[in-house]
């Protein structure tokens, strides 16, 4: 009786409300990046196949891998880069290295916008934290071959080869746009900063809605350049704002105004920070839904990962405006209950994945209420930004 109570109460006030009055102030970022540390300490021993990228869960709760051709590739080896930087320990720093060099193919790879994901992530950490050489060139060859996507009319890189769409560019591709400011700045070549400019002025005239959410979908004409339509694919509806793609919105033109510090990315980063931390159905642990508008709220699934993204993606911003404390204080929130029981796996439970709750495309019935392992980065990334954030505060 006391279970059935239990989950009747779940299902009526969500998750989010149960756990909202047990979440202490403040965030003890070493404590949960400890807890990450002994889960992904886990996973070395069961993901053995290189070639194999880890993902998330199938639909019946099993292992889902992917090859290193897959946008999600890069995720984990950049999550190892991580924890080396965390605890400074070469195991890490061996066990990155060896997922990574699985993805050095991809460098050309001209057939996919997520190079920025698939090669920055893990090599861009890579190198930053070991100044390889090697990894260095990797990159440089992927934004060439990212820069090839580029089509002068519709000013945009072309996000997927598929579909029924002419020219397909979708809000996450704001993300991919990081490999290529940082070409630019290590090599002096200007076309990739060019390219990526172009690609965020685009984004921002034709993506967002008056209250400044994201399509997720922008179809356009090659001959004309001109929008054909907006669409949605991952999301609730055409019109509604899917969560993660609202958060790749903030993340990438968070990215773009450090890069240029050009004040009209500064200020679509805030619009959309607005939007998404004012949203009536954004619930009080401030892990979103998975569509801001999906028609089952508040029984829809949450997302995760949207939240790691967010929450990552504030802590840079509160660095770029007068007054970032509330969004310090909104990715403490995301980030204390996605360390909380109701998100944060139990060691060697949840296929070794960190984050429970992510959802990655429920249209079409596939990773709903999943592990995904671009929330554990996110997540992983987000807690560090925070502890720096943290440890600047308490030198001044």
Known sequence: MKRMKFWGLLMTVGIGALIACTI???????AALDKAKVQLETSLTAYTDLTQFPRGAKADGSYRSTKSSEWTSGFYPATLWYMYEYTQDKKWADAARRWTAGMEKEQFNTHTHDLGFMLYCPFGNGYRLTNDPTYKAVMLQGARSLSTRFNPKTGCIKSWDHGKW?????????????????????????????????????????????????????????????VIQRVTHQGFADESAWARGQAWGLYGYTVAYRETKDKRYLDQAVKIASFYLKHPNLPADKVPYWDFNASGIPNEERDASAAAITASGLLELSTYVKDGKPYVTAAEQMLTSLGSPAYLAKPGENNHFILLHSVGHKPAKSEIDVPLVYADYYYIEGLLRYQRLKDKTQKK
Not at 24 to 30: A, V, Y
Not at 172 to 188: H, Y
Not at 198 to 220: E, G, I
């Open 166 to 226: 002419q020219f397909p560019v979708i809000i996450d591709n704001m993300m991919n746009l990081e490999l290529l400011f940082w070409a630019t700045r290590v090599s002096g070549d200007s076309s990739f900063y060019k390219v990526a400019v172009t690609h965020a002025n685009t984004t921002l005239k034709n993506h967002f809605r008056a209250d400044n959410s994201s399509y997720h979908v922008v179809d356009y004409d090659t001959l004309t350049g001109k």
């Open 24 to 30: 202490k102030p403040g965030l003890d970022t070493r």
